[in-house]
């Protein structure tokens, strides 16, 4: 099953993640701005292989970077 989710921000991030660990194919649809060099050279090594081969560490720095994002955010429900 495919899903399309619209939007890449911390609720996006955290549905395309879910439906990812459940065996989904995920499509991220966003008209945000340009990625910064780093961030997209990161995206480009994550999208160029299978989740499951992903390098632990290019999947912990996307993690900071996500938790930096959302820091001070309060989190409600489960």
Same mark, same amino acid.
């Given at each position: 099953?495919?899903?399309?989710?619209?939007?890449?921000?911390?609720?996006?991030?955290?549905?395309?993640?879910? /439906? /990812?660990?459940?065996?989904?194919?995920?499509?991220?649809?966003?008209?945000?701005?340009?990625?910064?060099?780093?961030?997209?050279?990161?995206?480009?090594? /994550?999208?160029?292989?299978?989740?499951?081969?992903?390098?632990?560490?290019?999947?912990?720095?996307?993690?900071?970077?996500?938790?930096?994002?959302?820091?001070?955010?309060?989190?409600?429900?489960?």
């Amino acid at each position: 099953m495919s899903v399309i989710i619209i939007g890449s921000g911390p609720a996006g991030y955290a549905a395309a993640q879910a /439906l /990812l660990e459940r065996g989904r194919r995920v499509t991220v649809v966003d008209v945000g701005k340009r990625l910064e060099p780093e961030q997209d050279a990161l995206r480009r090594a /994550l999208a160029a292989k299978e989740p499951g081969e992903w390098d632990p560490g290019d999947l912990d720095n996307f993690r900071q970077r996500q938790r930096a994002i959302t820091d001070g955010i309060a989190r409600f429900g489960s």
